[in-house]
C-alpha cells in the first residue's frame, strides 16, 4: 500500500466516526453506505491534495469513489497536472 492511499483511508475513518471500523484499499465506501454524497466532495479535496491533480468533478461518478483503490485509478484516469 502506498502512504497516500494510507493517509487517505485515515481521512475515511475520521470521516466515517464509526468506532472500531477497520478498511482496507478495497473496502466498498458508497456502495455499503459508509460514505455519503456529502462526503464525496471532502474526499475528492483530499484525493487531489493526495495525488497533486486537479479532478474535474464532473468526471467522477459516485462508482470510481467507492473504494481507496478506485480513487487512486480514477485520479490516474481523469486526473490533470496542477498548473
Known amino acids: 500500500m502506498t502512504p497516500e492511499a494510507?493517509?487517505?483511508i485515515e481521512h475515511v475513518v475520521h470521516l466515517?466516526?464509526?468506532p472500531g471500523l477497520a478498511i482496507d484499499e478495497n473496502?466498498?465506501?458508497v456502495s455499503?453506505?459508509?460514505i455519503d454524497s456529502m462526503?464525496?466532495?471532502d474526499l475528492l479535496?483530499?484525493?487531489e491534495d493526495?495525488?497533486?491533480l486537479r479532478i474535474p468533478a464532473g468526471k467522477v461518478q459516485p462508482k470510481d469513489m467507492d473504494t481507496v483503490a478506485l480513487m487512486f485509478a480514477t485520479a490516474e484516469r481523469v486526473g490533470k497536472p496542477r498548473k
Do not use: D, E, F
Request: glycine share 4%.
Open 27 to 29: 473496502t466498498a465506501l
Open 6 to 8: 494510507h493517509q487517505m
Open 50 to 52: 493526495l495525488t497533486h
Open 32 to 34: 455499503s453506505g459508509l
Open 39 to 41: 462526503a464525496l466532495v
Open 45 to 47: 479535496v483530499k484525493l
Open 16 to 18: 466515517v466516526r464509526k
